[in-house]
């Protein structure tokens, strides 16, 4: 792992005031992939004690674009993503999403994403998603 | 618009801790199609000063699951949705999304959500997104 | 309807090696839109006697390419779309795609498709499609 | 593998019209997995001399479909997918679309599929998807 990438990271993350407002940590930063996580909080619930979907995604978008970033360079933006939920997330210690670059050009990448439930180290996927970031004009 | 059902689809969304964590309201809930908006705040923003993509991806998320909801009854879940954005969303009062059924059977509906950003009333489109509802079992 | 750009659209249709070997023809190229029609044939069709799934997707994305086609320019390649298939396709005349631009910048369009299964002039949605087209670099 | 689901899909595969037309060959199925290929001919280009991309949508939407199928039955719908290009396929031997299911539960299967060029056993990525099927009701 670069460490002046993840440090770099973990400044752009401090500077996302949404990210900020759920608690999201950045735990990997290197080229071609990036994890950030979530610890469970009852704001991130919706009305059935579920994770909302909402945070889930925003999880999955903030890793695809992470990754994306890891070879395109800092000025990134997301074009699209797709998620799917395997599970609703519940009762785990915190929410991990890892992302990785399928391929890319010189402006575009596409990269997958796996949201997982994390309890006491172990991992259960609840959500996968795909999408692509490309360099800010 | 039937007022009961508009009455509570609001009871639910204050009951998803997360949707209140953000600010968001419930404006349109009736047979096929749901409208969600959100008022602009610091909190929601990355960190060039855009709304972060994660909170259109979770308004876009919420109001295709309240259009499927609408036709398939109170218990849903989403399966899967994609979101293109087309242009950062800043400068504005308030974000609109608003969803609509496309087609549904019984146990599924696919939909489709345009959010926009608005602004003294005026709109302007800055993300895309369809998705599949469906009956939880 | 441009004429010279629908004369046009339809030479390049018949470039396209696969197109012919299905029977598409192009019947709307202008601003912002674009429609695709398939005749039903036995070729087409899967193990149930359905419409192959592929081919609905086939055609979606053509559709969508046309599109975007009709702002970006006439070089463009299809970035990505996703598809949800709402009933099978079958006994009907013929396969219509209808594609329209949702929003566009310079060197990329996203755009919607609806796939409809028509029989003397009655439209039934069988599959709904969005996805981004761009400039060939 | 299993030689019993391999024939069984084979067959399947034989009744598929739109599969013959083109060519497609099931080389592995079986559970959790499956693989086809299409052996690169004229038919399948446009107007530029590339596989057209409707080919690469209909083989990952025939590989997804496999998938899913090995692990929830015979009897199974494509609910959706999405779809990446990252490269024009052309100059190679045949496409080759690897799928794996990333998740199921007893009615709906999540899977993603790779699809490469190949060139002397030598794979190039070109297409990326995921998708969900499901148990024909």
């Not at 909402?54 to 998620?83: C, H, M, Q, R, W």
């Not at 050009?105 to 692509?132: H, I, N, P, W, Y």
Request: glycine residues 10%; contains cysteine.
């Amino acid at each position: 792992m670069q460490p002046d990438l993840l440090h770099w990271g973990r400044q752009v993350l401090k500077q996302q005031a949404f990210s900020e407002l759920l608690g999201t940590e950045l735990d990997v930063f290197e080229a071609g992939q990036a994890q950030l996580s979530l610890v469970l909080a009852p704001k991130l619930l919706q009305q059935n004690g579920f994770v909302h979907g909402g945070v889930l995604a925003y999880l999955a978008d903030n890793a695809l674009t992470y990754a994306g970033g890891s070879v395109l360079g800092p000025v990134v933006l997301t074009s699209e993503f797709k998620i799917n939920y395997l599970r609703p997330a519940r009762d785990c210690d915190k929410l991990v999403a890892v992302a990785t670059v399928v391929g890319n050009g010189k402006s575009q990448a596409v990269c997958r994403c796996d949201v997982f439930m994390e309890t006491r180290g172990e991992r259960k996927l609840c959500a996968a998603a795909q999408g692509t970031i490309r360099k800010a004009d």
